[in-house]
Every structure is written in C-alpha cells, then in structure tokens.
C-alpha cells in the first residue's frame, strides 16, 4: 500500500509541477506513474496473484481505460471533467498512453520481481 500511495504522490507531482521537469518527463511520467499505480493496487488488493498474472491485468485494465476515452457520451465526459474523474479515466485517446501503461506495467513487474526474488529462500 506504500508503494501504491507513493506512486499517486509522484504522479500528481508530475501533473503539478511539469513545467519544472524535463519535456519528455511532464509529458509522458503520468501515465507511466498510472499504469505502476494500477499494477502495484493489484498486488496489494490480490497479494497471492502471480506477477505474470497481475501484468496481464494491470495492462489489460488500462487499455480498457484508455479505450474507454473513445467514448464521448455526455454523462462520461461529465465524470471526466472533475478532477477525479479526469485522473482516473482521462480526457482524450492517446496511442502514446498505450506505450506509458505498458511501459508502467512491464517496469513495476520487474521491480516486483526482483524485490521479490530477493526474499525468496535458497533451495536446499
């Protein structure tokens, strides 16, 4: 849940304060941050779920999220227009969000397993 909370902190600092980052990072660490927030919610929500098992999710999660922009009933774009609503589900479809979730998601399944492989006892 920490990792989860952190990863929140640094993606609304990323949108605060984008003007002081680098171009690339403003624009693209959001949606990065995103995608590492859905896949490590997972793992604390569902801790006994393999960490290939909670990639596929993660990614498919937030493909569907993302596609879900495609949608531009009045009702969604009401949610989508607080602030809530537009950090959760986004505004517009965007391919480069595509890139962000899954670079998000294939990152945190690394640092995952490698945090994990690193308490994992020797075999005798």
């Known amino acids: 849940m920490a990792v989860t909370c952190m990863i929140i902190m640094l993606g609304l600092a990323s949108r605060r304060y984008g003007d002081v980052l680098p171009e690339f990072i403003a624009a693209y660490s959001g949606d990065t941050l ?10 604390f929500l569902f801790p006994n779920l393999s960490i290939p098992k909670t990639l596929v999710i993660s990614l498919l999660f937030s493909y569907c999220i993302e596609a879900s922009q495609l949608y531009q009933a009045d009702w ?16 517009g479809f965007l391919w480069t969000d595509l890139i962000c979730y899954t ?4 990152l945190s399944a690394a640092v995952d397993y490698c945090v994990s492989s690193s308490h994992t006892p020797p075999q005798s």
Request: glycine share 14%; charged share 15%.
């Open 103 to 106: 670079v998000g998601v294939l």
């Open 34 to 43: 995103w995608a590492a927030m859905v896949y490590f919610g997972l793992r």
């Open 76 to 91: 969604a774009n009401e949610v989508r227009s607080t602030k809530l609503g537009a950090l959760i589900f986004g505004h």
